[in-house]
């Protein structure tokens, strides 16, 4: 598994650890017991965790909670006809203007991936193990396999696109990898997505792309962005089946009555995205 930052994985075993320690004490827990039952010394916890998180676990603790999603939507809503209005939307200026996209043409898309070859590798991320995927356009596939499993990753992704050729090279994916999980340091770039999907899947991913990091919106939102306001559970099935996890935040859509909805790679991912991305959004500010 090519490892883009040493600590990416150790980090992200720490939090999905901690994170289940909580939910089972189901309050927050002093640093002095979660490290305890970590096994580490305070001193190391608090260490490791900030590093990843941005804020201390104590902090921390306030965006894991389970009811933190309705203070996400009553706090951090997005609309997304603002989105689109400011230039967020679009081929352009996406994603914390770190994204650029094309998608794949209808004709092409019906063809199974017929003469595309896709590129594939292991890498670590702040989110667990990943499986990425891209053909010489972009990247077309991140799963995250810490709750699914490196086989079932690769067979999900694989039977996108049954009629593809598929290698593996990490190298030539690498460039593209560090973009997308901020490890390029000073020489990052934007990261190139090659969008393979039905039309209407393509367009519920693009307004996906206008939902900025730290702010979350609901799948019916989305149906009122795409121009049909009742496609809520389409959207919801687009939404799950968006290939590029993180790139395309499909973590960021949330049911309206404040519930977290599903995760294609998993709710704990899904929740630690959310609550990574809210607490370096408040640190940062």
């Not at 209808?106 to 990425?132: M, N, T």
Request: proline fraction near 6%.
């Amino acid at each position: 598994m090519t490892d883009q930052s040493p600590d990416h994985a150790y980090h992200y075993a720490v939090i999905d650890r901690a994170i289940a320690l909580i939910d089972e004490a189901g309050t927050q827990m002093p640093l002095e017991e979660l490290a305890r039952r970590m096994h580490m010394s305070p001193a190391h916890f608090q260490r490791v965790f900030s590093r990843w998180a941005g804020v201390s676990p104590k902090r921390y603790q306030q965006y894991l909670a389970l009811g933190h999603a309705r203070a996400l939507l009553r706090d951090r809503f997005t609309t997304l006809e603002t989105s689109a209005e400011l230039g967020l939307s679009g081929s352009g200026r996406l994603h914390d203007l770190f994204v650029r996209w094309e998608a794949m043409s209808p004709g092409d898309y019906a063809r199974h991936g017929l003469g595309l070859e896709i590129r594939w590798g292991h890498f670590h991320s702040p989110f667990g193990p990943a499986l990425v995927m891209g053909t010489a356009k972009g990247i077309c596939g991140i799963a995250f396999t810490a709750e699914t499993g490196q086989e079932a990753a690769m067979q999900d992704l694989r039977s996108r696109w049954p009629r593809a050729t598929f290698t593996e090279d990490a190298d030539a994916l690498h460039p593209w990898v560090l973009n997308a999980f901020g490890a390029a340091g000073d020489r990052k770039e934007p990261t190139p997505l090659y969008l393979i999907g039905a039309p209407f899947q393509i367009k519920v991913w693009e307004a996906l792309l206008a939902v900025p990091s730290g702010q979350v919106t609901s799948y019916s939102e989305i149906a009122q962005s795409v121009g049909n306001p009742r496609a809520v559970r389409a959207v919801g099935t687009a939404v799950g089946r968006n290939p590029i996890g993180w790139l395309i935040p499909c973590h960021r859509a949330l049911r309206k009555s404040g519930g977290l909805g599903g995760y294609h790679w998993g709710l704990p991912v899904k929740r630690a995205m959310l609550a990574w991305e809210a607490a370096r959004s408040d640190a940062a500010g």
